[in-house]
Protein backbone atom coordinates (compact mmCIF):
# COMPACT_ATOMS: atom_id res chain seq x y z
CA UNK A 1 0.00 0.00 0.00
CA UNK A 2 1.47 3.43 -0.81
CA UNK A 3 1.46 6.04 1.80
CA UNK A 4 -0.58 9.27 1.51
CA UNK A 5 0.86 12.79 1.62
CA UNK A 6 0.67 12.85 5.45
CA UNK A 7 2.61 9.61 5.37
CA UNK A 8 -0.67 7.55 6.69
CA UNK A 9 -1.31 4.23 5.52
CA UNK A 10 -2.75 1.36 7.45
CA UNK A 11 -0.96 -1.75 8.16
CA UNK A 12 2.87 -3.08 9.12
CA UNK A 13 5.47 -3.77 9.25
CA UNK A 14 6.24 -0.16 7.79
CA UNK A 15 9.38 1.27 5.96
CA UNK A 16 11.13 3.89 7.70
CA UNK A 17 12.36 5.53 4.33
CA UNK A 18 11.96 9.12 2.49
CA UNK A 19 12.56 7.48 -1.08
CA UNK A 20 9.88 4.75 -2.50
CA UNK A 21 7.83 2.43 -0.41
CA UNK A 22 8.74 -0.99 -0.07
CA UNK A 23 6.43 -3.64 -1.45
CA UNK A 24 2.77 -3.66 -1.51
CA UNK A 25 2.59 -7.42 -0.03
CA UNK A 26 4.72 -5.55 2.87
CA UNK A 27 2.12 -3.18 3.68
CA UNK A 28 4.88 -1.02 3.76
CA UNK A 29 4.35 3.14 4.61
CA UNK A 30 6.58 6.43 4.90
CA UNK A 31 6.81 6.35 8.55
CA UNK A 32 4.52 9.93 9.48
CA UNK A 33 6.63 13.28 10.69
CA UNK A 34 4.89 13.83 12.91
CA UNK A 35 5.08 15.90 16.81
CA UNK A 36 5.54 13.84 18.93
CA UNK A 37 2.62 12.43 21.11
CA UNK A 38 1.49 14.28 24.72
CA UNK A 39 0.80 11.86 27.16
CA UNK A 40 2.10 10.34 30.34
CA UNK A 41 4.42 8.48 28.71
CA UNK A 42 6.51 11.78 26.70
CA UNK A 43 6.61 13.72 30.31
CA UNK A 44 9.56 16.07 29.42
CA UNK A 45 12.78 14.60 31.07
CA UNK A 46 14.17 15.85 34.15
CA UNK A 47 17.76 14.34 33.08
CA UNK A 48 20.17 15.32 30.89
CA UNK A 49 23.46 13.79 29.87
CA UNK A 50 26.45 15.49 28.93
CA UNK A 51 28.35 14.91 25.33
CA UNK A 52 31.10 12.69 27.15
CA UNK A 53 28.50 10.82 29.16
CA UNK A 54 26.39 10.25 26.22
CA UNK A 55 29.19 8.96 24.32
CA UNK A 56 29.68 6.07 27.01
CA UNK A 57 26.57 4.96 27.10
CA UNK A 58 25.76 4.99 23.25
CA UNK A 59 29.32 3.68 22.49
CA UNK A 60 30.12 6.06 20.17
CA UNK A 61 33.08 8.18 19.75
CA UNK A 62 32.83 12.37 20.65
CA UNK A 63 34.06 12.69 17.04
CA UNK A 64 31.26 10.92 15.89
CA UNK A 65 28.75 12.86 18.17
CA UNK A 66 30.29 16.00 17.24
CA UNK A 67 29.93 15.17 13.72
CA UNK A 68 26.27 13.83 13.92
CA UNK A 69 24.91 16.98 15.67
CA UNK A 70 26.50 19.58 13.64
CA UNK A 71 25.01 17.63 10.75
CA UNK A 72 22.04 17.43 12.37
CA UNK A 73 21.62 13.46 12.41
CA UNK A 74 21.25 13.21 15.63
CA UNK A 75 20.57 16.86 17.66
CA UNK A 76 20.76 16.73 21.51
CA UNK A 77 17.09 17.58 22.47
CA UNK A 78 17.65 19.44 25.88
CA UNK A 79 20.08 22.06 25.01
CA UNK A 80 22.43 22.67 22.31
CA UNK A 81 25.78 23.96 22.62
CA UNK A 82 25.73 27.64 21.77
CA UNK A 83 29.15 28.73 21.06
CA UNK A 84 32.22 27.70 22.34
CA UNK A 85 32.56 26.40 25.84
CA UNK A 86 29.03 25.69 26.05
CA UNK A 87 27.83 21.91 26.96
CA UNK A 88 25.54 20.45 24.76
CA UNK A 89 22.91 18.46 27.10
CA UNK A 90 21.15 15.09 25.60
CA UNK A 91 18.00 13.70 27.06
CA UNK A 92 17.51 9.62 28.12
CA UNK A 93 15.71 9.13 24.47
CA UNK A 94 18.28 10.97 22.82
CA UNK A 95 20.69 8.40 24.16
CA UNK A 96 18.90 5.42 22.96
CA UNK A 97 18.46 6.88 19.29
CA UNK A 98 22.53 7.26 19.42
CA UNK A 99 23.19 3.82 19.94
CA UNK A 100 20.47 2.45 17.44
CA UNK A 101 22.27 4.90 14.89
CA UNK A 102 25.80 3.30 15.42
CA UNK A 103 23.90 -0.45 15.18
CA UNK A 104 22.50 1.04 11.62
CA UNK A 105 25.31 2.66 10.16
CA UNK A 106 27.29 -0.35 11.45
CA UNK A 107 25.30 -2.69 9.35
CA UNK A 108 25.38 -0.48 6.60
CA UNK A 109 22.50 1.45 6.06
CA UNK A 110 22.06 4.40 4.41
CA UNK A 111 22.36 7.77 5.83
CA UNK A 112 19.16 8.52 4.28
CA UNK A 113 16.97 5.91 5.77
CA UNK A 114 19.04 6.41 9.09
CA UNK A 115 17.38 9.98 9.34
CA UNK A 116 14.04 9.07 8.32
CA UNK A 117 14.50 6.26 11.08
CA UNK A 118 15.67 8.99 13.29
CA UNK A 119 12.70 11.50 12.80
CA UNK A 120 10.53 8.44 13.25
CA UNK A 121 11.85 7.82 16.57
CA UNK A 122 11.53 10.99 17.69
CA UNK A 123 7.90 10.96 16.53
CA UNK A 124 6.86 8.17 19.16
CA UNK A 125 6.19 8.25 22.59
CA UNK A 126 8.62 6.85 25.37
CA UNK A 127 6.11 3.42 25.36
CA UNK A 128 5.94 3.12 21.85
CA UNK A 129 9.93 2.70 21.72
CA UNK A 130 9.72 0.16 24.42
CA UNK A 131 7.55 -2.07 22.25
CA UNK A 132 9.27 -1.56 18.99
CA UNK A 133 11.80 -3.82 16.49
CA UNK A 134 13.40 -2.13 13.62
CA UNK A 135 14.55 -4.62 10.92
CA UNK A 136 16.55 -3.85 8.48
CA UNK A 137 17.79 -5.34 5.06
CA UNK A 138 20.55 -3.14 4.69
CA UNK A 139 18.84 -0.60 2.27
CA UNK A 140 15.21 0.28 3.98
CA UNK A 141 14.73 0.31 7.79
CA UNK A 142 11.08 -1.29 8.48
CA UNK A 143 9.36 -0.81 12.05
CA UNK A 144 7.51 -3.76 13.35
CA UNK A 145 5.19 -3.64 16.38
CA UNK A 146 4.37 -7.35 16.74
CA UNK A 147 5.70 -11.12 16.14
CA UNK A 148 3.47 -11.33 13.13
CA UNK A 149 4.98 -8.27 11.34
CA UNK A 150 8.63 -9.72 12.27
CA UNK A 151 7.54 -12.99 10.18
CA UNK A 152 6.02 -11.33 7.55
CA UNK A 153 8.68 -9.18 7.19
CA UNK A 154 11.18 -12.26 7.18
CA UNK A 155 8.81 -14.45 5.01
CA UNK A 156 9.64 -11.75 2.33
CA UNK A 157 12.76 -11.77 2.30
CA UNK A 158 13.39 -8.38 3.22
CA UNK A 159 14.59 -8.42 6.95
CA UNK A 160 18.86 -9.74 7.48
CA UNK A 161 18.92 -8.45 11.04
CA UNK A 162 16.78 -6.42 14.25
CA UNK A 163 17.47 -4.15 16.71
CA UNK A 164 14.92 -4.33 19.53
CA UNK A 165 14.63 -1.02 20.72
CA UNK A 166 13.21 -2.28 24.16
CA UNK A 167 16.81 -4.00 24.47
CA UNK A 168 18.80 -1.04 23.92
CA UNK A 169 16.69 1.31 25.93
CA UNK A 170 17.76 -1.33 28.87
CA UNK A 171 21.15 -1.51 27.70
CA UNK A 172 21.51 2.45 28.45
CA UNK A 173 19.72 2.72 31.42
CA UNK A 174 22.25 0.40 32.88
CA UNK A 175 25.02 2.75 31.21
CA UNK A 176 23.55 5.67 32.30
CA UNK A 177 22.67 4.58 35.93
CA UNK A 178 26.73 4.45 36.30
CA UNK A 179 27.78 7.68 34.99
CA UNK A 180 26.97 10.77 35.67
CA UNK A 181 23.27 13.15 35.06
CA UNK A 182 22.31 17.03 35.23
CA UNK A 183 19.23 17.93 36.45
CA UNK A 184 17.92 19.61 33.47
CA UNK A 185 16.08 22.74 36.00
CA UNK A 186 18.72 22.85 38.81
CA UNK A 187 21.79 22.24 37.06
CA UNK A 188 22.89 19.93 39.99
CA UNK A 189 25.12 16.88 38.50
CA UNK A 190 23.58 13.44 39.85
CA UNK A 191 26.22 10.67 40.43
CA UNK A 192 25.46 7.86 38.90
CA UNK A 193 26.52 4.50 41.09
CA UNK A 194 29.24 2.41 39.68
CA UNK A 195 29.64 -1.06 41.17
CA UNK A 196 33.93 -0.71 41.13
CA UNK A 197 33.52 2.26 43.33
CA UNK A 198 31.24 1.20 45.59
CA UNK A 199 33.37 -2.14 46.14
CA UNK A 200 36.73 0.41 46.59
CA UNK A 201 34.32 2.06 49.86
CA UNK A 202 33.64 -1.45 50.84
CA UNK A 203 37.30 -2.31 50.88
CA UNK A 204 38.39 1.57 52.45
CA UNK A 205 35.95 0.70 55.46
CA UNK A 206 37.09 -2.92 55.85
CA UNK A 207 40.48 -1.53 55.89
Request: charged residues 25%.
Amino acid sequence: MRSSGDGTAAGGPYALQGSAPAEPALKARVAAQAAPREGASAKPEKVGYRGPTACAAAGITYRQLDYWARTGLVEPSVRPAYGSGSQRLYSFRDVVVLKIVKRLLDTGVSLQNIRAAVQHLRSRGLDDLAQMTLMSDGATVYECTSPDEVVDLLQGGQGVFGIAVGVVWRDVESALAQLHGERVDTGETLVGHNPEDELARRRNRAG
